[in-house]
């Protein structure tokens, strides 16, 4: 575990083992007093007669200890932060790096909340490990060691009397992880229940206070955050006599040195200089020992986390290469493309054509497939099975940055960074000047509701956005495709969340953006799509037909379907006069 980690350390290894060296050299200072008090209690023992300066020589050495032990302690800690805090910084580069060659739609579905429990607390974790459990528990280990080596020097029966709390305090340990781990599923499990009862209470305040269910949904926050309590209460229960036991057996190295070591010394097996020898040289360690096995508890759950991480930087890259588009022209082509999310596939090969300049529909019921074959386009993911390309040239074949540069793509969820308006605008093309960036969003409808923003196209965004409705986050995201004018356009439900007044004049916009693009578009209202020059059926994962929408109309029953439910649903309008808007355009 602490070689997987140290990989990431660098030149930061070296920091590493020596702070383990500084800090051993501290530890050996803690214990050394004790040698020294031994030699200031040697003379009343022996008789043995010494002056004054013998013994305020040992006083200040034992003071210069302490000093010492402070300075190497700290300066130790200070060394082995350094070095984990490089290290995690390495661990979160890498860590950056793999998910960059990610596929972009893996990436969106773990969601910020995973990544940046990842990113932050995981990696953050890992802290403890580097910079205390291995330098500190190392060496807080390795002193009693030699303590315990040099005992046997001394007096072997001693040595081994002062050994025997060591097993016991072992059998207490042992005992205590018996019982927490009895407790330990019980534990997780409602720690778990309440994050995600707390998540959901949070992200549910609208639901909950528009259908006045505060008394409902509280009572279940307020159980599940008793619960949690109960059981780490239950848990404590369990352990902690156990701890207690432990905690004072296992330092306690004179439980056993000093009665009966008294008693070999009455019988004469061993002298009482070496019995106090050695009973200082015990009390030395104790500290020491405890502190270093109290690092092991916490060995099992790093474990978890480090092997998590790694996992991640494992899961497969998406498939490009760093060729650049060389495609004849920009013609599209889906060739048996399968995809599954996971394991369930949700494609079940989908094979068309648009020729260069051409205008493709996508229409289906809700979870046909639609925008999943919108991302696969944009290569958010790499297919299962089949291949797209574009001027005939596989996806797979060149870097997603070049097909990025070919590609307009307005997804049906939008984010906006949160940045000016315009900044984010600007995203779609970096080198565009204001007046530029002002010219597409008027273009995309934003004018009307950008002059009445305080700081108009100046405003920050918010969080992905969540200064703006939906509509109008969409209308950004439109006017950076407006300004990006790239040769392919991708639009899923672009104008799904616009009132029908701001749709027509956005249809305009798009209708005029679009000329001699390539475009795929996925349209919420059928009337937008009619005269498309092509309209693919997606049915359950499957292209159910394909043809002009006269065509279909006529021979294909699950358009029928759709156009009768988009009609039925259009009757439902406020505004009858919206209607006819939206069967003109596009
Ligand atoms: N991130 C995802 N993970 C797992 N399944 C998904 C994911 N996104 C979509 N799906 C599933 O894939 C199917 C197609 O979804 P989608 O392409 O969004 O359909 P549409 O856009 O036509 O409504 C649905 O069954 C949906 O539940
Ligand atoms: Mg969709």
Redo the contacts with the bound molecule.
């Keep these: 575990m602490f070689q997987q980690v140290l990989n990431y350390a660098g030149e930061y290894r070296k920091t590493t083992y020596l702070s383990i060296a500084v800090m051993l050299s501290g530890i050996i200072m803690n214990v050394l007093p004790f040698l020294f008090l031994y030699q200031l209690l040697r003379p009343l023992l022996t008789g043995e007669a010494v002056g004054p300066e013998y013994i305020l020589a040992r006083v200040l050495a034992i003071a210069v200890c302490g000093v010492l032990y402070a300075f190497l302690y700290v300066k130790g800690l200070s060394l082995s932060h350094n070095a984990a805090y490089h290290t995690l910084q390495n661990l979160r580069i890498s860590l950056q790096g793999k998910l960059e060659g990610q596929p972009l739609g893996v990436i969106q ?1 773990k969601g910020t909340g995973s990544l940046k429990k990842m990113f932050i607390d995981d990696v953050d974790s890992i802290e403890l490990l580097l910079a205390h459990a291995l330098p500190e528990g190392l060496a807080n280990l390795a002193v009693p060691l030699f303590v315990f080596i040099a005992m046997f020097f001394v007096d072997w029966k001693l040595a081994l009397l002062s050994l025997c709390s060591l097993p016991l305090g072992f059998v207490a340990m042992g005992a205590m992880y018996q019982a927490g781990i009895s407790k330990m599923d019980a534990y997780y499990g409602a720690a778990r229940k309440m994050n995600n009862t707390i998540v959901e209470y949070i992200n549910g305040m609208e639901v909950v206070k528009v259908f006045n269910r505060d008394g409902d949904s509280y009572r279940r926050f307020e159980e599940d955050v008793r619960s949690y309590r109960d059981f780490t209460l239950d848990w404590y229960k369990v352990c902690w006599p156990w701890m207690a036991l432990y905690n004072s057996i296992l330092p306690c190295t004179a439980l056993f040195t000093l009665p009966v070591g008294a008693w070999l010394v009455l019988k004469g097996f061993s002298t009482l200089p070496d019995l106090a020898l050695v009973l200082c040289m015990s009390f030395g360690v104790g500290a020491p020992l405890l502190r270093s096995l109290s690092f092991m508890s916490t060995m099992p759950q790093l474990k978890y986390k480090i092997d998590a991480l790694e996992h991640l930087m494992d899961a497969p890259a998406l498939q490009q290469t760093d060729a650049s588009f060389s495609g004849a022209d920009y013609s599209i082509s889906f060739e048996d493309v399968r995809f599954a ?2 394991e ?1 596939e ?1 494609l079940h090969g989908i094979s068309f054509q648009a020729a260069p300049g051409s205008l493709t529909a996508l229409v ?1 019921e ?7 074959l919108a991302k696969l386009l944009v290569h958010y993911y790499d297919v299962t099975g089949g291949s797209i390309r574009i001027g005939g040239q596989r996806l797979t074949d060149m870097s997603v940055e070049s097909l990025n540069k070919q590609i307009s793509y307005v997804s049906q969820e939008q984010f906006l960074f949160n940045m000016s308006l315009l900044e984010n605008i600007r995203l779609g093309k970096p080198e565009a000047s204001d007046e530029e960036v002002m010219a597409a969003a008027v273009k995309a409808q934003c004018g009307e509701f950008l002059s009445r923003l305080p700081e108009g196209i100046h405003t920050m965004a918010g969080d992905g956005g969540k200064q703006l409705s939906g509509g109008e986050r969409q209308r950004i995201s439109l006017a950076r495709a407006i300004l990006k004018d790239a040769p392919i356009v991708v639009l899923d439900e672009a104008t799904a969340f616009m009132d029908p007044e701001n749709e027509e004049k956005m249809n305009e916009a798009i209708g005029e953006v679009i000329q001699g693009k390539t475009v795929v578009v996925i349209a919420h209202r059928l009337y937008s799509i009619t005269g498309a020059d092509q309209i693919c059926v ?1 049915d359950q994962g499957r292209l159910a037909d394909m043809g002009t929408h006269e065509e279909l109309l006529n021979r294909c029953e699950a358009y029928q379907k759709l156009w009768h439910a988009a009609e039925h649903s259009a009757r439902w309008a406020v505004k009858p006069d919206a209607l006819i808007q939206e069967g003109e355009v596009l």
Excluded: A, H, P
């Design positions: 579905e999310y996971q369930k949700v289906g809700s979870g046909s497939g639609k925008s999943t997606l």
